[in-house]
């Protein structure tokens, strides 16, 4: 695994598969109240420019359950939200800590920090990538599905939504480990060129489209994500551009009969999901949201251990 994580494409399918199996031995520990204390006296810096529930809980409980401590850093605690260039602060900052997690806007901020910093750097969500989230929601597949269907290889994942972070990631995480991906996204929201023709690299196996019911059918996995997110203000106008693109039990009816359903969380019930939809997947989605805690201990275990 490389120094960083600050995009699906920094990791191999070896990367993926050795970060699920360090992933499971760490649920295990939780589930059975075993002591694990591999990351001890090390410190996580965690910079939020973009506020969070689950991210933040779920580093700051995994920092403590590894035996560290995770640092609360919000834009207002540092100079970077005063202009200070991100090089000083990652100069500075990898004297005092053994890893960053970043929660920001840009990409390409990440990508510095990691560039001037000397301490590992987790992508903890950008505009641009999400690396973190899927990696919990490939965890939650391989959890659900694997079981029956064996490998990857088998299984096709369908997105529907918005062309953004979680999308991108989704598209190249499960096409490394094997998957049949297909994306619906709404004209004006599409994914970016450059993820289009990296799927069209792995031919019949991603599907790109603008209709939802094509993207659905014969989907073992349905995703979805909030219509708009935060620093997206033209949420009237998402509104009616994203008001086919809800995964509701008509939608469901493309896909295979035993499909399970993933969502990074929050959701607004109605919107890009139905209430009906929800409840009859909400054990799985609550898993994923679970295993966001275990995967970002793995992967914090592989940087800083």
């Not at 209430?275 to 898993?287: A, G, T």
């Amino acid at each position: 695994m490389n120094k960083h994580l600050l995009k699906m494409a920094d990791l191999t399918k070896d990367d993926i598969f050795e970060i699920f199996e360090t992933a499971e031995k760490l649920k295990n520990y939780n589930k059975n109240k075993i002591e694990h204390p591999i990351l001890k006296n090390k410190i996580l810096g965690m910079i939020f420019v973009k506020s969070s529930t689950r991210t933040r809980v779920s580093f700051e409980v995994g920092m403590h359950q590894l035996g560290g401590k995770g640092l609360f850093l919000s834009q207002n605690d540092l100079q970077l939200g005063r202009g200070e260039p991100i090089y000083d602060t990652a100069k500075v900052l990898s004297r005092y800590l053994d890893g960053v997690m970043i929660r920001t806007y840009a990409q390409q901020d990440v990508e510095d920090f990691a560039k001037y910093g000397d301490i590992p750097v987790i992508n903890g969500l950008t505009d641009y990538a999400h690396p973190c989230q899927v990696l919990a929601d490939l965890m939650t597949v391989k959890e659900y599905k694997l079981k029956e269907y064996k490998s990857f290889d088998n299984l096709k994942l369908c997105f529907i939504g918005d062309g953004f972070n979680m999308a991108n990631s989704l598209i190249v995480g499960g096409l490394t480990v094997g998957m049949s991906i297909s994306v619906a996204n709404p004209k004006g929201y599409e994914i970016e060129q450059s993820i289009k023709d990296y799927g069209a690299k792995f031919n019949s196996r991603f599907i790109f489209t603008n209709n939802v019911k094509e993207a659905a059918k014969d989907a073992d996995i349905l995703v979805t994500d909030v219509w708009y997110s935060m620093g997206q203000e033209d949420i009237s106008e998402r509104k009616e551009a994203f008001k086919d693109y809800k995964i509701d039990n008509e939608l469901m009816k493309f896909a295979k009969k035993d499909a399970i359903v993933l969502h990074c969380l929050p959701a607004h019930r109605d919107e890009e999901i139905s209430s009906e939809v929800f409840k009859q997947h909400e054990n799985v989605i609550f898993d994923e949201a679970e295993n966001r805690l275990h995967a970002q201990k793995a992967v914090m275990v592989k940087l800083m251990g």
